[in-house]
RNA sequence: GGCGGUAUGGCCAAGUGGUAAGGCAGAGGUUUGCAAAACCUUUAUCCCCAGUUCGAAUCUGGGUGCCGCCUCCA
């Protein structure tokens, strides 16, 4: 295997190499956890469990760690908003965070570190990079001396000068310089505290990242991600932090998820424009979510709206139709046409590559795509009881739920989730179910009769309420028209 | 103001030097009492200009549009 990362650091492609033979250590940055998560939060959950999930497929045992912020001043402000402590607050909202990642049923991480559970962790690094000279004292804070960093700006490709010219850098009179930052800030009057040597405070938004990976993974890890925002300040400081204490290169590869659009806007908390995982995953399903993240490369902007959540139950139904008419064919009879069993070893080898170039999942899906075109020929090729069908059924199902669970997909009880579909639509255009089925009755009768004209304009009737019916030989069954490009 | 990204068919989206994956939509066909699903056929020269090259969507320079970062943000 030879997989090549996007790493930001260098900007280009390279050839993942692990530190230690077949480990990785990864660290994602997690949510700050005062309030539910947008769908954008989980952007970097749902791509980064493939990463994790394709570095096991490949042999690796990979630890993943996704830290929960659960000190910062939007959670004080918050906590105190509501008169609750922060505890209780964010107690409230990790559990919240909970529930979402169990709804998308991905593979759990192997440790989600609280910060406050590390403080002491902080202060103790925060000592040594006094001790060090790379951060100083003033007036109850501690600040981070980035001129004893001279590898300041590696990561965002950022110069000192361009940022010190920029307008939005605060000059804070009690800062060596404007560009160093905080490792700890005294508390005011009611505001949650920790005793430090530098008297009551707390830490600075940057360190804990720093702090909780030296103490749960060592000096280096693997693999650090993020979102695209977090690369400048956030993990530029984390490496000036850790780089600084242990004088060895903090993460080997530092990948970075671009963000979730919502129209022509960037989704963010500040722009109130958010849809919450939870709603949307209410709304429509996580299914859907995962598929439609991982639907677009991740380094690319994703916009997610009502068209393209239809454009993605649209995809979806097509692959759960097929893998649906597979499973029940499905027979495992040795007699797989040697075409199609060449087609599915095309098809994972495609897979494959495409995963090791970057993780490019929108190749993955096309392969996904070619495999199901030619069951779909096979099926209309071949008769139902043909042997062959039902082995090339049986390799098409497991096909698709081996792939799938790379990426945590295609796991639903096919049959179920195309029903949970349809109800998304019905939900959605308000159709009276009773009224559909009572119209199909009446159209069966006509055609009983052969009054085709009034079966067909019940069918006209059904058709403008989105419904496709099809008569099989075990009746006419009904579902949601998935395709109709229509709905905005 | 500084830095960076991006621009591919009606829509979404891959492709980073050799003549454009995949999905949806459109058109025609097979099938059907009629349909639907499925299948087949069909639909682009890649923002503009200049350059490098035997050859560029893919490299270089310039321009334009959109987006992001520089402040909390996944």
């Known amino acids: 295997m030879t997989l090549f990362i996007y790493n930001t650091l260098s900007k280009e492609k390279e050839e993942f190499q692990s530190i230690e033979p077949h480990k990785v250590r990864m660290y994602l940055c997690g949510p700050t956890v005062y309030d539910l998560l947008h769908i954008g939060n989980f952007r ?4 980064f469990n493939l990463v994790r999930n394709w570095l096991e497929r490949n042999g690796y045992d990979v630890r993943f760690v996704l830290n929960f912020t659960d000190i910062d001043d939007k959670i004080i402000t918050r906590a105190q908003e509501e008169g609750i402590s922060t505890e209780a607050l964010t107690k409230r909202y990790i559990a919240a965070y909970l529930e979402d990642v169990q709804c998308l ?9 609280k910060c406050t559970d590390h403080i002491q962790d902080m202060i103790t690094f925060i000592t040594q990079l006094i001790d060090k000279k790379s951060a100083y004292v003033s007036e109850g804070s501690v600040f981070f001396d980035i001129s004893r960093f001279s590898d300041y700006g590696k990561l965002s490709g950022k110069k000192l000068e361009d940022l010190i010219a920029g ?4 000059p804070d009179p009690t800062k060596k310089n404007p560009l160093d930052f905080v490792l700890w800030k005294p508390s005011k009057e009611g505001e949650p505290y920790w005793d430090s040597p530098w008297g009551k405070g707390r830490p600075g938004w940057h360190i804990e990242c720093s702090a909780m990976n030296h103490c749960i993974h060592g000096d280096q890890i693997d693999i650090h991600g993020g979102g695209i925002d977090l690369i400048f300040p956030h993990h530029e400081n984390e490496i000036a932090q850790s780089e600084s204490l ?12 671009n963000f979730i659009r919502f129209g022509n806007d960037k989704m963010s908390k500040s722009l109130g424009n ?3 995982a939870r709603d949307y995953m209410t709304q429509f399903h996580p299914e859907i979510l995962k598929f439609l993240m991982l639907s677009v490369h991740y380094r690319s902007e994703l916009s997610i709206d009502n068209k393209q959540t239809h454009q993605a139950i649209g995809r979806l139904s097509r692959i759960y139709h097929a893998l649906k008419t597979a499973q029940e064919l499905s027979q495992d009879t040795q007699a797989t046409p040697l075409p199609f069993i060449e087609t599915l070893n095309t098809a994972e080898q495609r897979i494959s590559d495409a995963l090791n170039d970057d993780f490019n999942t929108p190749v993955v899906f096309a392969a996904f795509f070619d495999v199901i075109r030619e069951f779909n020929q096979l099926c209309n090729q071949l008769k139902k009881k043909d042997p ?3 082995s090339a059924a049986y390799a098409l199902s497991t096909f698709i739920e081996t792939k799938g669970a790379l990426f945590s997909l295609f796991q639903e009880n096919s049959d179920s989730f195309l029903k949970a579909l349809d109800m998304i639509l019905v939900k959605e255009k308000n159709i009276d179910i009773r009224h559909v089925e009572a119209l199909i009755q009446q159209r069966n009768d006509a055609r009983k009769n052969k009054d085709f004209s009034l079966s067909d304009s019940i069918r006209d009737k059904l058709t403008d309420m989105s419904i496709l019916i099809q008569d099989t030989p075990n009746g006419t069954v009904w579902e949601m028209d998935k395709y109709s490009d229509s709905v905005d």
């Open 388 to 390: 062959s069908l039902k």
């Open 44 to 47: 970097g959950v749902i791509f």
């Open 274 to 276: 958010v849809i919450k």
């Open 246 to 257: 242990t004088g060895k290169s903090f993460s080997r590869y530092w990948m970075h998820n």
């Open 167 to 170: 307008h939005r850098v605060d």
């Open 105 to 113: 049923h991905i593979t759990p991480h192997e440790l989600n570190p």
